[in-house]
């Protein structure tokens, strides 16, 4: 890609030191723009980006001053540097006036051509490295913005990773993986005295007939709507996982006693229960499905997270056993 050149306007009324700008300056390595007015000098100035203004002070109409406070007024044009150039240059007075109105340096009439190059020279390296820099910098801003939307699809990645983890893909649950985790923060968090959890652990009578007479899609979409009323029918603060199969964990939080337990399983018994509007390998119809449920409260004197699941399994084998569609409490 090539690099434009960088440009430089020249302001004079003479056309004669026009012409003389212009040889001086052939081989400045930039391009240069002509104007024999003020006005003609802040037209150009809106249209083009310069290196370098090389102002006439003594001009009719609008002299160098004046044109130097309108370029300085003007948001996308202040930066550029101006040289004033005048017979006035042992004028103290109109060269304070002269930076005041933005100049950054002056040459004297008639032009000693070494100095005026060496000082072309000079400010055409300076705006070389300010267009590096601004390069540098826009290619880092970009950069940094690539990397934003990298880092944040990394997250999104890394977060959708970590639910696939740690969640059944089928109904969206917790799995067996994070189950055990809850299960292990709600012993940690009960307290000594208070309320305290109870592990209810589900199977779905029936589920195998579903599977067997509407196919596995049908079975899917039946543990999909049971998961979704087990979301739907519980309090927030429980836990509802899928262990695998047909078979579903209930981290009941805040239980009082017994009773209130097992009314509150016995709810999700009935909430089981109710039919089941399905699409199968038939075409549709009506799923009628229970559950069997076996609790066990958290007491202290079970040691671990095994001991409270092999206690709920225990009662679980007993709602089977006692001919299902119940709750059974551990003893």
Not at 137 to 153: D, F, G, M, Y
Request: with cysteine.
């Amino acid at each position: 890609m090539n690099t434009p050149l960088p440009k430089i306007l020249v302001v004079d009324d003479t056309p004669a030191n026009l012409v003389a700008m212009r040889h001086l300056l052939a081989d400045s390595g930039a391009q240069l723009f002509e104007a024999g007015s003020g006005n003609e000098a802040l037209a150009l100035c809106l249209d083009h980006e310069f290196a370098l203004i090389l102002l006439d002070v003594n001009m009719p109409e609008m002299d160098g001053f004046e044109v130097a406070f309108l370029i300085g007024e003007t948001e996308q044009l202040r930066e550029t540097p101006i040289i004033f150039v005048t017979a006035a240059y042992a004028d103290d007075i109109n060269r304070i006036r002269g930076y005041h109105f933005g100049a950054v340096d002056y040459i004297a009439k008639p032009i000693n051509d070494m100095i005026l190059q060496s000082k072309v020279r000079v400010f055409l390296e300076l705006y070389k490295a300010r267009a590096e820099l601004r390069s540098a910098l826009a290619t880092l801003e970009e950069r940094n913005a690539q990397l934003k939307v990298e880092i944040a699809e990394r997250l999104r990645i890394e977060e959708r990773i970590r639910h696939q983890a740690t969640h059944d893909m089928l109904t969206g649950l917790p799995n067996r993986v994070l189950f055990h985790d809850r299960l292990l923060t709600a012993m940690q968090r009960v307290p000594r005295h208070g309320p305290g959890f109870a592990l209810a652990l589900l199977d779905i009578d029936g589920f195998k007939g579903v599977n067997d007479n509407h196919g596995h899609p049908a079975g899917d979409a039946l543990l999909q709507a049971i998961a979704g009323r087990l979301i739907v029918g519980l309090r927030s603060n429980d836990t509802v996982a899928r262990l695998g199969g047909d078979e579903f964990a209930l981290i009941l939080e805040d239980v009082d006693d017994e009773d209130s337990l097992l009314h509150r399983c016995q709810e999700v018994c009935t909430m089981i229960a109710e039919p089941y509007q399905l699409q199968g390998s038939k075409g549709p119809f009506e799923a009628k499905v229970s559950a069997s449920i076996g609790i066990a409260l958290w007491r202290e004197s079970r040691q671990s997270d095994e001991d409270l699941i092999q206690a709920a399994d225990r009662a679980l084998y007993r709602a089977k056993d006692e001919g299902k569609n119940r709750c059974v409490m551990s003893v």
